[in-house]
């Protein structure tokens, strides 16, 4: 079975920077699309930015230019650097990634992003 634990979570201010990442790990597994997926309080979670697993991205239009999404397929690994966080930016960030050989989607256990003002 596949795990993803995230880390890199905290309180910044406004106009600060956050580095989130995420491993997986587990047995025969190869993971493809990756991504990171932000659910703010009473809201649905919505994609943030994802990956492919040849490196190319795709990011939503409110993290444009202040994020970058990168990963390391030998070490299972994603990362999302956030620069110039806004308070819209809070909420709970989880990992996700899709496995090759099973086809499940798998979610880390999200770690939490708050921005003050």
């Known amino acids: 079975q596949v795990q993803l634990v995230e880390s890199g979570g905290g309180l910044v201010q406004a106009g600060g920077s956050l580095r989130l990442s995420c491993r997986a790990s587990?047995?025969?597994?190869?993971?493809?699309?990756m991504g990171w997926y932000r659910q703010a309080p009473g809201k649905q979670r919505d994609l943030v930015a994802s990956i492919t697993r040849d490196s190319s991205t795709t990011y939503a239009d409110s993290v444009k230019g202040r994020c970058t999404i990168s990963r390391d397929n030998a070490k299972k690994t994603v990362t999302m650097q956030m620069n110039s966080l806004k308070p819209e930016d809070t909420g709970v960030y989880y990992c996700?990634?899709?496995?090759?050989?099973?086809?499940?989607?798998?979610w880390g256990q999200g770690t939490l992003v708050t921005v003050s003002s």
């Open positions: 996700n990634a899709n496995d090759y050989y099973s086809g499940n989607e798998i």
């Open positions: 587990g047995s025969f597994f190869r993971i493809d699309d």
